[in-house]
């Protein structure tokens, strides 16, 4: 299957962006649902439900009940990204209503940063995005990580690593930064070696 090569970077900026879709967000007495903030979200790419998906989990704290549904929505949308398909979500949880203060909350934090911090993010390290490849890796790289946040099992504060990988390629693609997409894989990288040592870790006291 043919990959689909990365598009121009858009008109807005990200804080525009951002800024629309909590404008759409805000309006009294509309409950929106998952469905219908996807599709305000994937205008620009499937890296901007990545990351405002993978933003919550970046502060070291329990989310109960939203870790498991969270890295779900990242690993859906990173192997589609991989596989160069646009956004997509279950029938069952488009339909679902999303808790307007939790995501508003969480787009002004965003939009606010991003604010800030877009004199630092720019296109660069183009060179990245000729190679086809690029789409498929960073997709899959998001989608390993959605997994890792996704499991139950692991300790309380260990998905800020993956999470923190998934902002940083999510970024990248959306801002066509490849500065950021490269510290995205190192931050890969780091994370197969904390896992690695925490399932060591965890072999080693059963012992």
């Known amino acids: 299957m043919n990959q689909k090569r990365f598009k121009k970077p858009p008109a807005?900026?990200?804080s525009r962006e951002l800024r629309r879709i909590e404008v759409m967000l805000a309006k009294p007495k509309k409950k929106h649902s998952y469905g219908a903030?996807?599709?305000?979200?994937s205008l620009r790419s499937n890296a901007l439900p990545a990351l405002i998906f993978a933003l919550p989990f970046v502060p070291p704290m329990p989310?109960?009940?939203f870790s498991l549904f969270g890295g779900s929505i990242i690993a859906i949308v990173g192997f589609r990204t991989a596989?160069?398909?646009g956004p997509w979500l279950p029938s069952s949880i488009r339909?679902?209503?999303i808790p307007t203060k939790f995501f508003l909350k969480t787009f002004k934090i965003?939009?606010?940063s991003a604010s800030k911090l877009e004199f630092l993010i720019k296109p660069r390290g183009q060179f990245l995005y000729h190679f086809k490849a690029?789409?498929?890796v960073i997709g899959f790289i998001i989608g390993v990580?959605?997994?890792i946040i996704a499991n139950p099992l692991l300790p309380p504060g260990t998905s800020t690593p993956p999470a923190l990988t998934v902002v940083l390629l999510s970024l990248g693609l959306l801002e066509q930064d490849g500065v950021l997409v490269i510290l995205g894989y190192i931050g890969f990288l780091l994370n197969l070696i904390f896992f690695a040592l925490l399932i060591w870790a965890f072999f080693e006291v059963r012992v």
Request: net charge positive; charged share 25%; glycine share 12%.
């Open 12 to 14: 807005l900026r990200l």
């Open 63 to 65: 989310l109960p009940g």
């Open 145 to 147: 990580c959605g997994l």
């Open 37 to 41: 903030l996807f599709k305000a979200m």
């Open 83 to 85: 596989l160069g398909k």
């Open 134 to 136: 690029t789409n498929l």
């Open 95 to 97: 339909r679902r209503k």
């Open 110 to 112: 965003v939009e606010c």
